[in-house]
């Protein structure tokens, strides 16, 4: 690649604006995550324990602090990479949040039912 090809150029206003409508959707879910765990750890009562709300709180916390960095790291990823003409990164965000939303909810589910 020459010296020329890798001069940074601003990219196009909506990609950026896209860009940042990304992290900010990222933001929201994350903040779902704060205040569903917070929910779980204080007034989930799934039997004569607390300990599985507890538990329930903290990985939805946990996951929202992971999606709030991993949205900030995201959007400054992708912002490189289109000041340079380059493809934009694979992420794993989505998985890992999805997949973590669905146990989480299993898990909750499964005390539900079983109470």
Known sequence: MSQEEQQEQEPD???TLANERTYLAYLRTALACYAGGLSAAQFLNLGGARWPGRVI???L???GIVTTVGA???WQVNLNAMRLGARLPVTRIPLVLGATIAVVGLIGLLFSLLR
Do not use: K, Q, S
């Open 13 to 15: 206003y909506r990609f």
């Open 61 to 63: 916390v946990t996951a």
């Open 57 to 59: 709180g903290i990985v």
């Open 72 to 74: 900030f790291r995201r």
